[in-house]
Every structure is written in C-alpha cells, then in structure tokens.
C-alpha cells in the first residue's frame, strides 16, 4: 500500500503541466515537485529535510538517506538534491556526507554571508547504537553523538569532507546532541553581522546519585553554536539548562528578526507544561536569551514535531513557521504567520490534508516562499515534496 501510495503522489505530480521545465517563464507556473520519493534511489527512506537558496539563486534540498529503514539509527547519509529554477525540477542526488555504515544527519545549512560559501553543519553516532543507549550513557565518546562542519564553494556542486567540531561545540556532560534540523542563521545586521548560528539541542547526565540515572527522562535542553568567521571556529552560545521536565526544548529553528534579534522556536519534548512548542528571544546575537524558553500557546495545533521558521524581509514583513496542524497526529501542513516578531501566531494556510511531518522554510525569489517537507498517504514519509507558495497568499 506504502508503495503504491508513492507511486500515486509522484506520478500526479509528473503528470500535471505546472512542473514542466526550467525555463524561466516555467518557474512562475509551478505549483510543487519531490524531489525524494522513499524507495527510490537506493534509499528505504528519505527524512529530515533542510533547504537553503545560494547566492546564485540555486536551492539546495538536503535530507537524510536511510538505507535500510524508516528508523533514526544505522547507516544514514546526508544528501542533497540540487535545482536551478525555483525547485520545479531537480539535479541529479548527490551525498554530501556518507554514513559508511554509522549514522550522518540532522543537516544544518546556512549560506556565508560575506563569501556565498554553503556552510553545513550535521551530526554523528555510531550505527551500531540508538538514541536511548546514547541518552543513559552507555556509550563510548567515539560511538556517542559527535558535531561536524564541511564547506561548498562552487553552489553546492561539491562539498568537502566533513571536519569534527565536537571538541569547539558540545559539554563534557552532554550526552545526546543534535543540529537544528532545517536551516541555520546568518546574521545581517547589527554589530554581529555575519555571525553564523546553528540553533541545537542536547541531553545532559543526571546529577550524581541522581533516581533518573539509569532512564534520563526529562534532562533535555537547547542552545545554539556560532561561528564569527564563515564557519572555521566554533562556539557555544546560550545554554537552556533548566532541567525540571517542565520546558523540555529540543529541535529547534531560528529566524533574525528586522529589529536584529534572533527568535528561537522549539520543539517541547513532552513537557510537563501544556503545548508543543517552545520559544524565546536572543539581543546579542545567541550568547543568551531574553528568558528561558516557554510555551508558545498560539501554536497548540501543532503536535510534537521538528517545525521551521522563516523572516521575510523588510520592516513590518511577516514571521512564518511551517509544521503540521493536527495537534495529536503528523497530518495537515500549514503555515502560520506573525507580525510581531513572534509573540503570537495565526494559521494562514494548510498545504494538504495529508500526512506531514518534519518541514523546512525557504525565499526562493521576492514573490515565493517554499515549503520542503515530508508528506504521504498512508504515512508521512512515503516522499519529501516542495511546495512553492505565494506570498501575497500568505
């Protein structure tokens, strides 16, 4: 059924005239396209996507490669789809960053600002161990969550091989440890221009003779790593380390706002407080925030997922965020807007009523924002689609 489920969605987009060519009077006709169809290309399973637009125009689509399953663990690689009109059709898959066996994903990307370099940030553990195992520490350093950057400098054609940052990045009590997933921050403005911030989550170790610590069920928290030169170096940036269980922060996406502040929305980890979504604000370009995460009540529609945001430009343009809107199931994607920089939503639009899950937000040109996210029938990753959208819709 999964399988003919994918066949059904992809071939409805094949054959409508709306994803045609990549002619330029093509791009504005074109409504959507999917690029990863699970099953396909040597993969059971394509998840976690993460788009961002070059200098050139060109977006990029990476997402995590399963090759065995639909499961988080084993061997995984980072890859990326790449196309050149607007994401109405897409080049060949490439992968950024094999798994060889071990688990590579949770892919960050953000373009430098002052050199156009694409500069991805992505996550490792062993394939031979699982999130749990990870979380209760029982597991070695190497086989343990572990932080990597690498570069592209020709729009995304070639990347280079992916080079630790663990060491720069993640505590010595930190146990799980994950990069965004979706788009990471350039700064613009302000007197951190040019800052490049990946917003994270981690889990620490319970306190010593602690009751939770063969189990670590509620040490869950965000932060955010920067780099002030183009992603050589790497710091931490504030830490969420108020572990009662109530505020429980993980994936996490940000945004900069025009005033030049960062907004930081996350996913709460079945806290105790009641919502799904967690967010705050950072003046200083992520060294600290503006209070601890807290929930973010207009966005109770959303259920327990990864979520993205996205700024549009200009003073009095809208905050966007993409995740699903049927708060007890992965189904019905849609899109929020906020005109006060994130203090309160409203639902604008529901892409489909299908099953959705992880998403991510991109500008592809002043008049259109995409959605990539991961979509189906009978579940939502039988294929991650792009959705091309208006903005005078939203």
Not at 241 to 251: F, K, L, M, Q, V
Not at 266 to 280: E, V
């Amino acid at each position: 059924m999964a399988l003919l489920s994918r066949t059904l969605l992809v071939t409805a987009v094949l054959l409508t005239p709306l994803t045609a060519t990549g002619r330029a009077s093509a791009v504005a006709e074109c409504t959507s396209s999917v690029p990863y169809v699970s099953g396909q290309g040597g993969y059971d399973t394509y998840r976690i996507p993460a788009t961002v637009a070059t200098r050139r125009g060109t977006l990029l689509a990476f997402a995590e490669g399963r090759h065995d399953s639909a499961g988080d663990t084993g061997n995984i690689d980072v890859v990326l789809r790449r196309s050149a009109d607007g994401g109405c059709t897409w080049g060949p898959l490439t992968v950024v960053a094999a798994g060889d066996g071990d688990t590579r994903g949770n892919p960050a990307p953000v373009v430098d600002p002052r050199t156009g370099a694409i500069v991805l940030v992505t996550s490792y553990n062993s394939g031979a161990v699982t999130e749990g195992q990870i979380m209760r520490g029982e597991v070695t350093p190497e086989q343990s969550r572990r932080v990597f950057v690498q570069k592209s400098w020709d729009d995304g054609l070639r990347f280079g091989r992916p080079r630790e940052i663990t060491d720069q990045v993640k505590q010595p009590n930190w146990r799980w440890y994950a990069t965004g997933p979706g788009h990471a921050v350039a700064i613009r403005y302000g007197a951190h221009a040019g800052r490049l911030v990946v917003p994270s989550n981690h889990s620490a170790a319970p306190p010593p003779g602690s009751a939770d610590s063969g189990q670590e069920p509620k040490y869950y928290g965000g932060h955010a790593i920067y780099s002030d030169d183009g992603g050589t170096t790497w710091r931490t940036g504030f830490v969420d380390d108020d572990y009662d269980g109530r505020h429980n922060a993980n994936e996490t996406t940000a945004a900069e706002l025009p005033d030049g502040r960062l907004y930081f929305n996350a996913r709460d980890q079945h806290g105790t407080s009641i919502g799904h979504r967690l967010d705050s604000w950072s003046g200083d370009g992520g060294r600290s925030l503006f209070r601890p995460y807290a929930v973010q009540p207009t966005l109770n529609e959303v259920p327990v997922v990864q979520a993205s945001i996205l700024q549009l430009p200009g003073f009095g343009a809208p905050l966007l965020f993409s995740g699903p809107s049927v708060p007890t199931s992965r189904q019905a994607m849609a899109v929020w807007r906020s005109t006060n920089g994130g203090t309160s939503f409203t639902k604008v639009l529901t892409l489909s009523q299908q099953r959705a899950a992880y998403s991510d937000l991109v500008r592809v040109d002043p008049g259109t924002v995409g959605v990539l996210y991961e979509t189906g029938v009978s579940g939502p990753y039988e294929s991650i689609e792009f959705r091309r959208l208006p903005v005078n819709t939203l």
